[in-house]
């Protein structure tokens, strides 16, 4: 079994549907990002999901699919790059810039694999190509 | 007294002003680019309270710090000062989460707002994480000079 990242066109589809099931070969998981930019696309009638019906799946999915969020602590775990001594030696090369859109930085800060994270470290692999 | 969420322009400006105090715990603010004589008064009145109101910031606003680190800091802080901050806020002050528990307030916020003007402009939705953070909050105004953030607010009230 390994960990998959859903995308917003995923996370929509579940949220969509009347029943939800974590599949036997894969864990699914999703970040607060793709939630947040579905709830945008929502309420902005964007998405085929309106704003009632995004929070009624969210309600009816939230015990068995798990949500990535980003707290302080995860955010001063992955914002910075650490020598040996755990001293701060400057930002995480790679949070991204200016250049990327915010969105990709928030999924590389939650996923950043740490000691404590459940998910495969390949996961952030996977994000870093998205 | 309330509580004030900032976004990034004001959270660059009190994070400047705490790490040049002699003790960033207790700094004296004053006004700066996105920080107003009205914003400064409520600021220290909050850092000399009792710790019942807070100043708060997102996560989201510190992540956009770190993604735009020159443009914004351009070299004012460090960013060991921004991971002790980070590790040891102050009391008085609250890294809010960006998880599922803030997405009921999102959807309050409006997708779009009627500016002076007539203009209808959109709400980003990084701008209506900080507006929805303000808003989970019993009582607290965002403090930002974003023309459409407060358009929103000044409409909020009428």
């Known amino acids: 079994m390994r960990t998959r990242l859903l995308s917003i066109a995923e996370v929509e589809e579940i949220l969509g549907c009347t029943e939800f099931q974590q599949p036997s070969e894969d864990l699914l998981l999703c970040t607060i990002v793709e939630l947040v930019l579905l709830a945008d696309l929502a309420k902005k009638?964007?998405?085929?999901?309106d704003w009632h019906d995004f929070?009624?799946?969210l309600e009816k999915v939230k015990s068995c699919l798990p949500i990535a969020s980003l707290d302080v602590a995860c955010l001063t775990e992955s914002m910075f790059e650490r020598s040996d001594d755990y001293s701060v030696a400057g930002l995480?090369?790679?949070?991204?810039g200016p250049e990327l859109s915010p969105d990709v930085t928030l999924r590389r800060l939650i996923l950043r694999p740490s000691a404590t994270s459940w998910w495969e470290p390949e996961l952030f692999g996977e994000v870093m190509a998205w | 007294m309330i509580d004030l969420v900032l976004d990034v322009g004001s959270l660059a400006d009190v994070l400047r002003q705490c790490f040049r105090s002699d003790d960033y715990t207790r700094p004296t603010f004053c006004s700066s680019r996105f920080l107003s004589e009205e914003t400064v008064r409520l600021l220290n009145r909050i850092v000399l309270a009792d710790g019942r109101y807070?100043?708060?910031?997102s996560v989201?606003?510190?992540a956009e710090l770190?993604?735009?680190?020159?443009?914004i800091v351009a070299g004012d802080f460090a960013p060991y000062r921004l991971a002790a901050f980070l590790q040891a806020p102050p009391e008085w002050f609250s890294v809010e989460p960006l998880d599922e528990t803030l997405l009921p307030a999102f959807g309050l916020v409006s997708s779009s707002v009627r500016m002076s003007d007539g203009t209808i402009e959109p709400i980003e939705w990084l701008d209506a994480i900080h507006y929805a953070t303000a808003c989970s909050r019993d009582q607290a105004i965002l403090i930002t000079s974003d023309a459409r953030l407060l358009q929103l607010m000044q409409l909020a009230i009428r």
């Open chain 1, 92 to 96: 995480w090369s790679q949070l991204g």
């Open chain 2, 66 to 71: 770190a993604r735009k680190w020159d443009q």
């Open chain 1, 55 to 57: 929070l009624r799946g």
């Open chain 1, 45 to 49: 009638g964007r998405s085929r999901l």
């Open chain 2, 60 to 62: 989201v606003a510190f």
């Open chain 2, 54 to 57: 807070v100043v708060a910031a």
